[in-house]
């Protein structure tokens, strides 16, 4: 089952704008992880957020941890053609290695 | 470093026959991890290993799918006998056992005809 459910399913930006994505999970985690996919390729890595952390920066990216809410916000500050892809978030629990994904987010960028 | 490698990118077979994907991981990894990705159920993991041994299995769908670590540097998903609703895009992903960033492979796009 999925852990994570991202929202939304899809966004349509204009090159220059900020994306906004959303997760939200169900049970008590270790971290956070958001991965982004192109399209025909495998993910990658983008940030890590830990249970015990709030906010996290990596260049554009800017990742929120609620953990009250049980939710995630992933911000792409000033958007390129080139950040669209599918992006999902990937939880870890308890002391198992594995990371259960979201359904992931369609972030398309208009040049 | 080259990345996770799997190997074949695309895999076209017919239904019953068996099918066999490999990956080879990141030097140094010690955990790999084989997931499945269909439009209907997202990304699924099926099987990881943590030092070439097998610890988690539940994600395996059934008797068909097996997975073997033979070795640190490389891994085997067969699928004995195919079937159509196999069809899906396979990726395979290593770390550091101690660590939490994984790193993928390419995928193998399979298609069960």
């Known amino acids: 089952s999925q852990q994570g459910e991202e929202d939304p399913q899809a966004l349509s930006i204009q090159e220059g704008e900020n994306a906004t994505m959303n997760c939200s999970y169900k049970t008590s985690i270790n971290n956070l992880q958001w991965y982004r996919q192109n399209s025909g390729r495998g993910l990658v890595h983008l940030i890590l957020?830990?249970?015990?952390?709030r906010e996290k920066h990596s260049g554009r990216l800017r990742v929120t941890l609620d953990t009250s809410k049980k939710s995630s916000s992933l911000l792409i500050t000033a958007s390129r053609a080139a950040d669209t892809a599918s992006y999902f978030c990937?939880?870890?629990?308890?002391?198992?290695?594995?990371?259960?994904f979201g359904s992931g987010t369609q972030l398309t960028v208009l040049p | 470093d080259a990345g996770v490698i799997q190997s074949p990118r695309h895999e076209v077979t017919e239904m019953g026959q068996e099918v066999t994907l490999r990956c080879k991981p990141i030097?140094?990894?010690?955990?790999l991890f084989w997931y499945r990705q269909t439009m209907m159920r997202g990304l699924e993991l099926l099987i990881y290993f943590n030092n070439n041994v097998p610890i988690d299995d539940s994600g395996m769908p059934e008797d068909r799918f097996s997975a073997k670590m033979p070795n640190a540097s490389f891994s085997t998903l067969k699928i004995q006998p195919s079937e159509p609703r196999d069809s899906a895009v396979y990726f395979c992903?290593?770390?550091?056992?101690?660590?939490?960033?994984?790193?993928f492979g390419p995928g193998t796009r399979l298609t069960v005809l």
């Open positions: 957020i830990r249970s015990n952390e």
């Open positions: 992903a290593s770390n550091l056992g101690n660590t939490d960033t994984q790193y």
């Open positions: 990937a939880t870890e629990s308890g002391s198992a290695r594995q990371l259960t």
């Open positions: 030097s140094g990894h010690n955990s």
